[in-house]
């Protein structure tokens, strides 16, 4: 079965850092680009990076460009999200979603951030 | 950046009857539009891909049309579980960009 498991997510104070995981199961994850998209509560979703299948290319969407840090480790079938400079409009859900073809067919369960002092 | 725009914000249907839910782009995205499902809890989940394309395992009553700046998911005849809210993206350009959602209701 092919499944996304993130973790990492809790209460951190404003400024402060987070590093988040997906762990991947069921499919050759070398072979894929992922990206992490977040929901604040109550809203609709934001894409937040992606990382192709070798770490060749990254994007990042503005709202994080310079304080978050995509990477994978193909070796352990694991992604990451390295959240540094948290702002309380960091709090969301946060999604991993692996790519094929530039669609996000598959969603992890998400794991939550809350940014607040 | 694309701005997709969603509407109606919400959609009030009864069982059976057809949902018809629109999405626009701020500028051509070609045919690269994707739908997506979510429930409440729940991640998304995709349904359509490539404006008119099926994802696996999703009903034939869910159909999706359109080109360039504008489309619209089809749900032809509303079962219990398709009460959700459902989000337009593209992913023609970077940033990948998502409409704000339409909550499908019951009616």
Partial sequence: ?117 | EIVMTQSPATLSVSPGERATLSCRASQSVSSNLAWYQQKPGQAPRLLIYGASTRATGIPARFSGSGSGTEFTLTISSLQSEDFAVYYCQQYNNWPFTFGQGTKVEIK
């Fill in chain 1, 1 to 117: 079965e092919v499944q996304l498991v993130e973790s990492g997510g809790g209460l951190v104070k404003p400024g402060g850092s987070l590093r988040l995981s997906c762990a991947a199961s069921g499919f050759t994850f070398s072979s894929y680009s992922m990206n992490w998209v977040r929901q604040a509560p109550g809203k609709g979703l934001e894409w937040v990076s992606s990382i192709s299948s070798s770490s060749s290319y990254i994007y990042y969407a503005d709202s994080v460009k310079g304080r978050f840090t995509i990477s994978r480790d193909n070796a352990k079938n694991s992604l990451y999200l390295q959240m540094n400079s948290l702002r309380a409009e960091d709090t969301a859900v946060y999604y991993c979603a692996r790519e094929l073809g530039r669609v996000l067919d598959v969603w992890g369960q998400g794991t939550t951030v809350t940014v607040s002092s």
